[in-house]
């Protein structure tokens, strides 16, 4: 297990946000632990409206959460098995891309140029 896959960990009946991890959950994360600790994974959909039982903040919110999210779609598109929710997910997550990741923004459907950066001599 990668810890940069874990994106969350279900603990006593809670949803714990990395930022709110104690140091037993940090360690199952870590791969060192294991137990009552259940790691979420980047390729589990989270709910749009899930929040850390913890700090009250939407998961969704969290960049660690979002950015491994990118990264597991990312990898559903190099696989070629992609699916429309994730498509659409991906859309959504736009404005989180980094402006030269030219496989996810093209996936994302952001435009390559707006219309007044239009190189000279492109069409």
């Known amino acids: 297990m990668k810890a940069w896959e874990v994106v969350a960990v279900a ?3 809670e949803l714990v946000c990395p930022a ?3 140091e037993l959950e940090q360690a199952v994360v870590d791969g060192m632990e294991h137990g ?3 790691c979420i994974f980047a390729s589990d959909e989270l709910k749009p409206d899930e929040v850390c039982s913890r700090c009250g903040e939407p998961l969704m919110n969290n ?20 699916s429309y929710g994730e498509l659409a997910e991906l859309q959504d997550l736009a404005k989180y891309i980094d402006p030269d990741d030219t496989l996810l923004l093209e996936w994302a459907g952001v435009p390559e140029f707006s219309n007044s950066k239009v190189p000279d001599g492109a069409i």
């Open 11 to 13: 603990h006593n009946g």
């Open 20 to 22: 709110c991890y104690t």
């Open 36 to 38: 009552e600790v259940s």
């Open 63 to 82: 960049i660690t959460v979002i950015k491994a999210r990118l990264e597991y779609l990312r990898g559903e598109i190099i696989a070629e098995r992609i």
